[in-house]
C-alpha cells in the first residue's frame, strides 16, 4: 500500500502554484473506467498531502492525478494553453512506499516526474 502526494510549482514565476484543484482516480481491473479516490487543492507553498481519505494507503494498480491548470491560472489572471494536466503513474504490488509527483508548470508548458 502507497501513500501519494504533490507539489506544484508555478517556474513561470518562480512560485509555489497555490490554489491548484487536483483529483486522484484509480483505473479499474479493465482500465476503461476511472474511480475518483480523493481530491484536494494545493495549499499555499503548492503541496497537497491528503489526497487519499483519512491518509488512506492505496493498493496497488494504475493511478491518475488531474491537475485544473485552467483554474488556476484563470484566477492568478494568465491564460493557459493547457488547461488540465493529466499524469498517469503505476504502484506495483506489495510497494509500501510515499509516491511524491511533482508537477513544474508554466502557461504553455508542464514538466512532471517521480519525486522523493
Known amino acids: 500500500m502507497s501513500r501519494i502526494t504533490t507539489h506544484v ?8 502554484a497555490e490554489g491548484v484543484p487536483v483529483a486522484l482516480e484509480r483505473a479499474d481491473p479493465n482500465g476503461s473506467a476511472w474511480e475518483l479516490v480523493g481530491r484536494g487543492v494545493t495549499d499555499a507553498d503548492g503541496r497537497l498531502s491528503d489526497l487519499a481519505p483519512d491518509g488512506r494507503r492505496l493498493a496497488a494498480g494504475r493511478y ?20 488540465e494536466v ?8 506489495g510497494d ?14 508542464y514538466s512532471t516526474y517521480r519525486g522523493s
Open 96 to 109: 509500501d512506499v510515499h509516491e511524491h509527483v511533482p508537477l513544474l508548470l508554466s502557461p504553455y508548458g
Open 86 to 93: 493529466a499524469v498517469a503513474f503505476a504502484i506495483g504490488e
Open 9 to 16: 510549482l508555478d517556474i513561470a514565476i518562480g512560485c509555489p
Open 64 to 83: 491518475r492525478l488531474t491537475f485544473d491548470t485552467g483554474a488556476y491560472f484563470t484566477r492568478t489572471g494568465r491564460q493557459a494553453f493547457f488547461p
